[in-house]
């Protein structure tokens, strides 16, 4: 009677497979089958595994396309014709040879459906040591898992086959996290186990690039999800807690910007506690409430909100609502989440508005007066630049029963016409002039770069090829007009890593030319004629200064009838005009704060606080722009100054006149 079936999943394992055997071949447990399943492997596996049958008839093969680890130990297990089972890993192996021997003997002599020892991992180039408590046992006993509650290192251990097809237990069809559940389910079934103190394995640990994709974090998600689900049900608290706190500290950066079934992975997992809509149009009567936030840019500005807010660290009483800054997750954040959790209380997230500084905040040579943010935006899911769901302000606008008063309208008027007769945007310390660029008398198309990789891009429904496409749209539909590309300002601020755009690299020929010196986003647009963007924030100022604006992603401000959009999103179904538009996004949906009097304020004081901090900013001295490999050209950029004491600049091509600006 064969005792154990030994099951290996193999998939590309060339590099550790004969180890992996060897150790396999050599137990002095002699009655046992080794079953190996070949997942779609593409290197010389294959022929690995068929040397080893044809010197050991203990070997099955089977081969099958790639599925995954959990699809072929299930394959195994419908073949496996042992007492016992015992799942490897092909780049794992056996600590000495007589671990099956030691395992099996255990699981009879103490009559157990499951018998396990302990484990040491090993990586590249080191020698083995001890994993953590729970892969560890400190004596030979038997062990009641609700005291266990240790869902990791299922390949420690033997299960009876019998008891594992009476109770249906296979492995999910997912490419990571697949054993954890599968453990667990099956160490709940049986109650109890019998531990072996002696060490039975060696843990390869491998750095593995693939696993940010989404579809291994997709199914990873999948996968913890189900523990949680089962712990909850089965009230197994410390296998919920163990989880729930790995997620929230050790996962946090993987789960970044992934969605399942229309949820975050956070809320997907945990249904964390937030404010309704309806609540976050009142968020004002939380301004008076107890309120923590990680520490980060912008708070000292936050507390002219929130009169009552601390930094979660250093936190001296229970909280009424949670904050977490932006869309990056880190240990402080996650933290928070865990709080909101635990405590029930509402977490909501916070970003820059859009009439924000002086600078960037990646220029980090000057005061922080002159970085910090007057306005902010509240969401209660995604950002508003996320069009892969449905976010707060997009709800917002797509009310049908919201309207604006004639008052309102003609507040909004008078706003938008002040903003472009002062040149006020997000980040107000460009030089504000008109620029002479190309041929005279010819129309001038804008295309706007952004950041490489920034958040706004792939959450818009764009990615590295929209903007090739965009590049190329503008200068197919106007083959006769001056084609000017403008750079992102981060590029330029002083002290930034964000330098990359995805124009860097492009070079100015025929009718197209690249325009990196700064300049006032309004200056430009009163300047051009029409404007091509992907996802960004100047194609809504372009909006409000009457231009004609192409969307080759999905910014918040496309789908509503103004803009000529390249996607369709099927969520936004009412038509606006541009003074509901602002008056949502603007008004409705940002709240101002005055740095100098230290309180809350309307849009009009913060446009008036923003223009002296700007002429405050002007006459103060500000670091050279250092130059930057990254969008350094092959010809030269030189200045010289004319007897007017106008600066005329040659920049690949374009003569820019920089007026006087009173």
């Given at each position: 009677m064969t005792k154990v079936s030994v099951i290996i999943p193999v998939y590309n394992a060339e590099k550790y497979l004969r180890e992996c055997l060897n150790s396999v071949v050599k137990q002095t447990l002699n009655d046992i089958e080794i079953i190996c399943i070949d997942d779609g492997s593409t290197d010389n596996s294959p022929q690995i595994l068929k040397e080893y049958a044809s010197k050991d008839d203990r070997f099955v093969i089977i081969e099958q396309q790639n599925q995954g680890a959990g699809a072929a130990r299930n394959k195994g297990l419908e073949i496996a014709r042992g007492e016992f089972v015992f799942f490897m890993d092909s780049d794992d192996f056996y600590y000495d040879k007589n671990v099956l021997k030691k395992l099996y003997n255990g699981a009879k002599d103490k009559e157990v459906m499951i018998c396990g020892g302990s484990s040491v991992e090993l990586r590249e180039r080191k020698k083995t040591k001890p994993r953590k408590t729970g892969f560890r046992f400190g004596k030979n006993s038997v062990v009641d898992f609700n005291d266990y509650q240790f869902i990791y290192g299922y390949w420690r251990f033997i299960y009876n086959l019998k008891f594992l097809k009476e109770n249906n237990l296979n492995f999910p069809n997912y490419r990571r996290f697949e054993d954890p559940i599968f453990f667990l389910k099956a160490m709940h079934k049986a109650q109890k186990f019998y531990a072996i103190k002696d060490t039975v394995y060696v843990y390869r640990i491998i750095p593995r690039a693939k696993e940010y994709l989404t579809p291994i974090i997709t199914d990873l998600v999948h996968g913890m999800k189900d523990v949680l689900d089962y712990a909850q049900q089965n009230k197994l608290d410390k296998v919920y807690e163990d989880l729930k706190n790995s997620i929230l500290t050790d996962y946090s950066l993987r789960f970044q910007y992934i969605e399942i079934d229309e949820k975050d992975c956070f809320n997907y997992l945990f249904d964390i506690p937030t404010l309704s809509d309806e609540q976050l149009d009142n968020i004002n009567e939380y301004f008076d409430k107890n309120v923590l936030i990680a520490k980060v840019q912008g708070r000292e500005y936050l507390s002219y909100l929130f009169k009552n807010i601390e930094d979660y660290k250093s936190r001296t009483r229970q909280a009424d609502m949670l904050l977490i800054w932006g869309w990056k997750m880190y240990k402080g954040p996650s933290k928070i989440m865990k709080y909101a959790i635990d405590k029930n209380v509402p977490l909501v997230r916070v970003e820059d508005g859009f009439l924000r500084s002086a600078d960037t905040s990646c220029n980090t040579k000057v005061n922080k007066k002159y970085t910090q943010g007057v306005s902010f935006t509240f969401t209660n899911d995604v950002f508003h630049f996320d069009a892969m769901q449905s976010s707060y302000m997009e709800r917002q606008i797509n009310n049908p029963e919201f309207k604006i008063t004639e008052d309102e309208r003609i507040r909004v008027r008078k706003a938008i016409n002040y903003i472009v007769e002062n040149h006020l945007t997000k980040y107000n310390h460009q030089p504000i002039y008109t620029p002479s660029i190309g041929r005279e008398g010819v129309s001038k198309i804008?295309?706007?770069?952004?950041?490489?990789?920034?958040?706004?891009?792939?959450?818009?429904?764009?990615?590295?090829?929209?903007?090739?496409?965009?590049?190329?749209?503008?200068?197919?539909?106007?083959?006769?007009?001056?084609?000017?590309?403008?750079?992102?300002?981060?590029?330029?601020?002083?002290?930034?890593?964000?330098?990359?755009?995805?124009?860097?690299?492009?070079?100015?020929?025929?009718?197209?030319?690249?325009?990196?010196?700064?300049?006032?986003?309004?200056?430009?647009?009163?300047?051009?004629?029409?404007?091509?963007?992907?996802?960004?924030?100047?194609?809504?100022?372009?909006?409000?200064?009457?231009?004609?604006?192409?969307?080759?992603?999905?910014?918040?401000?496309?789908?509503?009838?103004?803009?000529?959009?390249?996607?369709?999103?099927?969520?936004?179904?009412?038509?606006?005009?541009?003074?509901?538009?602002?008056?949502?996004?603007?008004?409705?949906?940002?709240?101002?704060?005055?740095?100098?009097?230290?309180?809350?304020?309307?849009?009009?004081?913060?446009?008036?606080?923003?223009?002296?901090?700007?002429?405050?900013?002007?006459?103060?001295?500000?670091?050279?722009?250092?130059?930057?490999?990254?969008?350094?050209?092959?010809?030269?950029?030189?200045?010289?100054?004319?007897?007017?004491?106008?600066?005329?600049?040659?920049?690949?091509?374009?003569?820019?006149?920089?007026?006087?600006?009173?």
């Open positions: 804008l295309v706007v770069d952004q950041s490489y990789g920034d958040s706004s891009i792939s959450r818009g429904l764009a990615d590295d090829d929209t903007f090739k496409e965009m590049l190329d749209a503008a200068i197919k539909e106007n083959p006769n007009a001056d084609i000017i590309v403008k750079t992102h300002p981060d590029a330029l601020a002083p002290g930034s890593k964000r330098a990359l755009g995805y124009y860097s690299t492009l070079e100015p020929h025929d009718n197209i030319y690249v325009l990196r010196e700064p300049i006032n986003p309004i200056s430009l647009l009163q300047y051009v004629d029409k404007v091509y963007v992907c996802t960004t924030q100047l194609g809504f100022e372009a909006l409000l200064c009457g231009k004609e604006v192409h969307t080759f992603g999905m910014p918040f401000y496309a789908g509503w009838g103004l803009t000529i959009d390249k996607q369709k999103c099927k969520r936004r179904t009412v038509k606006r005009t541009l003074e509901e538009l602002f008056y949502i996004i603007y008004i409705k949906n940002t709240h101002y704060v005055d740095p100098e009097n230290k309180c809350i304020c309307s849009i009009e004081r913060a446009m008036e606080y923003l223009i002296e901090l700007r002429d405050e900013y002007k006459n103060n001295p500000i670091p050279p722009v250092k130059e930057k490999k990254a969008i350094s050209l092959t010809k030269k950029i030189f200045s010289i100054t004319d007897q007017n004491n106008h600066k005329i600049i040659m920049i690949l091509g374009i003569k820019i006149k920089l007026k006087k600006t009173e």
